[in-house]
Nanobody, 125 residues
Framework: QLQLVESGGGLVQSGGSLRLSCSASSPTLGHYTVGWFRQAPGKEREGVSFINGNGGLTSRPMSLEGRFTVSRDNAKNTVWLQMDSLKPEDTAVYYC??????????????????WGRGTQVTVSS
């Protein structure tokens, strides 16, 4: 299993931007599909963005189109989640996760075996 570490969370005002990073302990992160998930207090965890191993395929819920962008640089062993026009309802703990070979696209939460510990994002109104 990969060891994943998220960073870049924090407190931001509504309308602001944050860029989260997901770094891996192994130099083979490029072999994995990476997903970003979030969980707000009292709510179920939800997937917010996915990117395949070579970065050529991405997916996100329609509700986040135009605001959330996922990208990666396999040479840096890092995946980013750019979040723009943030809203208070985006407040959550954000996690990155990795899976070597999802059976379907976009991948399902239970496809992911390696998870980071999460980073808190708080958007003030």
């Amino acid at each position: 299993q990969l060891q994943l570490v998220e960073s870049g969370g924090g407190l931001v005002q509504s309308g602001g931007s944050l860029r989260l990073s997901c770094s891996a302990s192994s130099p083979t992160l490029g072999h994995y599909t990476v997903g970003w998930f979030r969980q707000a207090p009292g709510k179920e965890r939800e997937g917010v963005s996915f990117i395949n191993g070579n970065g050529g395929l991405t997916s996100r819920p329609m509700s986040l189109e135009g605001r959330f962008t996922v990208s990666r640089d396999n040479a840096k062993n890092t995946v980013w989640l750019q979040m723009d026009s943030l809203k208070p309802e985006d407040t959550a703990v954000y996690y990155c996760a990795a899976t070597p070979d999802p059976a379907v696209w976009p991948p399902r939460e239970h496809d992911f075996r390696s998870w980071g510990r999460g980073t808190q994002v708080t958007v003030s109104s």
